[in-house]
Nanobody, 122 residues
Framework: QVQLVESGGGLVQAGGSLRLACAAS????????MGWFRQAPGKKREFVAV????????NYNNAVKGRFTISRDNAKNTLYLQMGSLKPEDTAVYYC???????????????WGQGTQVTVSS
């Protein structure tokens, strides 16, 4: 019964910034491990950033490390992804996900949002 809804995607020029948000059903953010994943045309879905249920562990894909920041607001039941210094290679549909066990493998995550499109122009 976990429901996730992403927002904040759009078109941005290279070097720009976007902030994605994932509105979750009640208590989801504080009870589950959360993550952001992305899928570009013709590519497999890949891990972007994850944060464990307590917020004490965070991991980033090396491709976005230093540019993206994942955070969670338990009171608002919302997960965020602040994206800066965007590159054309970041163009993809970005998905919010939740799982009982933290893993970097997208295939092992349980709950998914519908995704939000991020397009970075050169």
């Amino acid at each position: 019964q976990v429901q996730l809804v992403e927002s904040g995607g759009g078109l941005v020029q290279a070097g720009g910034s976007l902030r994605l948000a994932c509105a979750a059903s009640e208590r989801t953010v504080s009870s589950y491990n959360m993550g952001w994943f992305r899928q570009a045309p013709g590519k497999k879905r890949e891990f972007v950033a994850v944060i464990n249920w307590s917020g004490g562990y965070i991991n980033y894909n090396n491709a976005v490390k230093g540019r993206f920041t994942i955070s969670r607001d338990n009171a608002k039941n919302t997960l965020y992804l602040q994206m800066g210094s965007l590159k054309p290679e970041d163009t993809a549909v970005y998905y919010c996900a939740a799982a009982a066990v933290l893993t970097l493998d997208p295939q092992r995550w349980t709950y998914w949002g519908q995704g939000t499109q991020v397009t970075v122009s050169s």
